[in-house]
Nanobody
């Protein structure tokens, strides 16, 4: 069973950089067929996909955020990280880590989410 735990600051000031970590247990982030995503949900809105990093470290990010977003992984710590630069109050949301397994036994796992508020 894959378990995901998001961590990071709950409050970030405008123009600063938001950094989040998704710690993965129950599976190595380099395991074939797995992709690791960040998704957020602003208050009163639907889910918004931010980006994905694959088991082979291939990375794709939301085009509208491309200039501000970075994703990386640390295989020694088995975690995925997200950085969002120059945040504004519009980046206020619950941020989720998601794992998707493709192939003959598809599955999808979610972290519990972490609230991030951008405010001075």
């Amino acid at each position: 069973q894959v378990q995901l735990q998001e961590s990071g600051p709950g409050l970030v000031k405008p123009s600063q950089t938001l950094s989040l970590i998704c710690t993965v247990s129950g599976q190595s982030i380099t395991t074939t067929h797995y992709a690791w995503s960040w998704i957020r949900q602003p208050p009163g809105q639907g889910l918004e996909w931010l980006g994905v990093i694959g088991y082979d470290e291939s990375t794709y990010t939301r085009p509208s955020l491309k200039s501000r977003i970075s994703m990386s992984r640390d295989t020694s710590k088995n975690h995925i990280s997200l950085q969002l630069r120059s945040v504004t109050p519009e980046d206020t949301a619950v941020y989720y880590c998601n794992a998707e397994r493709s192939g003959p036994w598809p599955a999808n796992y979610w972290g519990q989410g972490t609230q991030v508020t951008v405010s001075s």
